[in-house]
């Protein structure tokens, strides 16, 4: 049962525009949302996240946003870089405070960015 | 700023060994996760551990112990080792919302 699905296994953008990866959830207990990033034989990177009491969070380059009633959430990054090129991992979790919940990830989305 | 430290980065081990991998999460952190990725696969959470106690567990064979210590340092052990077991695992740690993941020990059963 795959709770957080990122259904596009690669993305592809050129330099400069606008990369967008999706993220779908099901379980509506999830109520806090974070984008790691990872590059191979390396842990994952901790980049940006949201909580369910928001529907948009901005750090620089990107932007993530929160549809709740569609149980759904996107990351832009503006504009795109070739050190962006990397694996994008969606993952949820239910409870922010100490000690709860397990974080759930997604299956991963690659993303390259053409010069 | 510190970061979580895994120890060892590679390990290489043959069938039926006995494994431990070390996980020293962020200073103030009291919340550790362990999590196993196969090849071409997204990270699967194996155990958790908040205030030196298990909090929540998951996938993790019963050939793998872990626990938390003192120190808040954790320590996943696993025994009996099977060709399977290769992956990459990576630990994190938390205060608050967000973990910080580690840089991983790479298992190669052989």
């Known amino acids: 049962d795959q709770q957080v699905k990122q259904n596009s296994p690669s993305l592809s953008v050129q330099e400069g525009r606008i990369s967008i990866l999706n993220c779908d959830y099901t379980?509506?207990?999830?109520?806090?949302f974070l984008w790691y990033k990872k590059y191979p034989a390396e842990g994952p990177t901790f980049l940006i996240s949201?909580?369910?009491?928001?529907d948009k969070n901005e750090d620089g380059r990107f932007t993530v946003f929160l549809n709740k009633s569609a149980k759904h959430l996107s990351l832009h990054i503006v504009p795109s870089q070739p050190g962006d090129s990397a694996v994008y991992f969606c993952?949820?979790?239910?409870?922010?405070?100490?000690?709860?919940?397990?974080?759930?990830f997604g299956q991963g989305t690659r993303l390259t960015i053409n010069p | 700023a510190a970061g979580v430290i895994q120890s060892p980065r590679h390990l290489i081990k043959e069938k039926r060994e006995t494994a431990t991998l070390k996980c020293y999460p962020i200073?103030?952190?009291?919340?550790v996760y362990w999590y196993q990725q196969g090849p071409g696969q997204d990270p699967q959470f194996l155990i958790s551990?908040?205030?030196?106690?298990?909090?929540d567990k998951g996938s993790i064979p019963d050939r793998f112990s872990a626990q938390q210590f003192s120190d808040y340092h954790s320590e996943l052990n696993m025994s009996s080792l099977e060709l399977g077991d290769s992956a990459l695992y990576f630990c994190?740690?938390?205060?608050?919302?967000?973990?910080?993941f580690g840089q991983g020990t790479r298992l190669t059963v052989v």
């Open positions: 379980n509506s207990m999830f109520d806090y």
């Open positions: 993952a949820a979790k239910s409870g922010i405070i100490q000690g709860a919940q397990k974080l759930v």
């Open positions: 994190a740690s938390s205060f608050l919302a967000e973990a910080f």
């Open positions: 200073p103030r952190h009291d919340t």
């Open positions: 551990f908040y205030e030196k106690m298990q909090s």
């Open positions: 949201i909580s369910s009491i928001k």
